[in-house]
C-alpha cells in the first residue's frame, strides 16, 4: 500500500506559479509511474501531466502545455507539478496518482492522493 500525500496547493493571482509536491509513502514509488490530474468544481477528473517509473518520458495535456512541468525525486520519493503562468480555468482539486502503467486514464492508477486545492483569482 502506497500512501501519497500532496502539497503546495493555495490561493494565487492570475499569472503566478505554484509547485505541487505529491510524496510517498513507500520507495516502491521508484517502480510506479506517475500522473497528475485535476477535477474541478462540478466537472469530470482531467488528465494533467504524467511521467514513467524511469523519468525519462513525460506528456502533459493540451490545456497546460507550456506552463506545466511534471518531473521526479525518486531519492525523495516525491513527484512535482511546477505550474507557472496559471490561469482562473486551472481553478481545481489536484491529485496525484501512481502505478505500473504510463497512462492518461484515472482508473489505470491504483493509489490516489487525498488531493490539495488550487485556487486561481483573476
Known amino acids: 500500500q502506497v500512501q501519497l500525500v500532496e502539497s503546495g496547493g493555495g490561493l494565487v493571482q492570475a499569472g503566478g506559479s505554484l509547485r505541487l509536491s505529491c510524496a510517498a509513502s513507500e520507495r516502491t514509488f521508484s517502480t510506479y509511474a506517475v500522473g497528475w490530474f485535476r477535477q474541478a468544481s462540478g466537472k469530470e477528473r482531467e488528465f494533467v501531466a504524467r511521467?514513467?517509473?524511469?523519468?525519462?518520458?513525460?506528456s502533459i495535456a493540451d490545456s497546460v502545455k507550456g506552463r506545466f512541468t511534471i518531473s521526479r525525486d525518486d531519492a525523495k520519493n516525491t513527484a512535482y507539478l511546477q505550474m507557472s503562468s496559471l490561469k482562473p480555468e486551472d481553478t481545481a482539486v489536484y491529485y496525484c496518482a501512481v502505478g505500473p502503467r504510463w497512462t492518461v486514464v484515472p482508473s489505470a492508477y491504483d493509489y490516489w492522493g487525498q488531493g490539495t486545492q488550487v485556487t486561481v483569482s483573476s
Open positions: 511521467i514513467n517509473r524511469y523519468g525519462s518520458v513525460r
